[in-house]
């Protein structure tokens, strides 16, 4: 069936930063932190990752950032590092529907939407006064559970999940390919390798491969 709308996790699906074990927004945003500070937040992932108590694990980070400058996040997190072939797939997706669904930073998630004219994103939150971090934030999307949101996505896309392409690389993406009509691999790992390779879900490196994908599934 074909799709109408594509839902894309961000951190190491639609962006790849050179910092860390998942390429994400997070681990680039530790860059800003001191030495101490940054040797805490990524013995955070470490012991929590793959664990039931995920707004934990969010708060004891966003907890670390407090008082640290908005224009030095900008700065490590700014030009996006975008994926190969996704700037060339996202500038001519011919009328599909487009959103990010991540529990990556919302900051780098509305510069993506900015840019490339989404119609929807939902990220975690990281309040900002006076361009100041103030250490809190809310978790708008708990990484272990992202299937629960992805509902509200299709709901506001207005289009059903059987027509629409979910696109992530980790085990915490694998809830939201078993809800949708095509689910796509990208450089999968955590978890999500062996999964594509049961279910037999396309795997891609390169975003531009999506093309042939969603014309192969138009039937």
């Given amino acids: 069936m074909k799709s109408k709308a594509v839902i894309c996790d961000m951190d190491g699906t639609a962006v790849q930063y050179s910092i860390g074990d998942f390429s994400s927004s997070w681990d680039a945003l530790a860059s800003i932190l001191s030495d101490e500070e940054r040797t805490k937040w990524f013995s955070l992932i470490k012991e929590h990752y793959g664990k039931g108590d995920y707004r934990f694990w969010f708060q004891a980070q966003v907890d670390l950032l407090k008082g640290k400058k908005l224009a030095d996040a900008e700065r490590v997190l700014f030009p996006i590092p975008y994926s190969l072939g996704f700037r060339e797939f996202f500038s001519n997706s ?29 990220a975690q939150h990281l309040e900002v006064c006076e361009g100041i971090f103030t250490g809190r934030g809310e978790s708008t999307v708990d990484y272990q559970n992202k299937s629960n949101y992805l509902l509200r996505v299709s709901e506001f896309l207005g289009i059903p999940l059987s027509r629409t392409c979910y696109i992530g690389d980790t085990e915490g993406d694998i809830g939201c390919m078993e809800l949708v009509g095509t689910p796509v691999a990208f450089n999968p790992h955590h978890g999500l390798e062996k999964y594509a390779k049961q279910k037999r879900i396309p795997v891609i490196s390169d975003f531009r491969q999506l093309n042939e994908i969603l014309r192969e599934n138009e039937h």
């Fill in 94 to 122: 011919n009328g599909l529907k487009r959103a990010i669904l991540s529990a990556g930073i919302n900051i780098v998630a509305k510069k993506i939407a900015e840019e490339f004219g989404f119609d929807y994103w939902l």
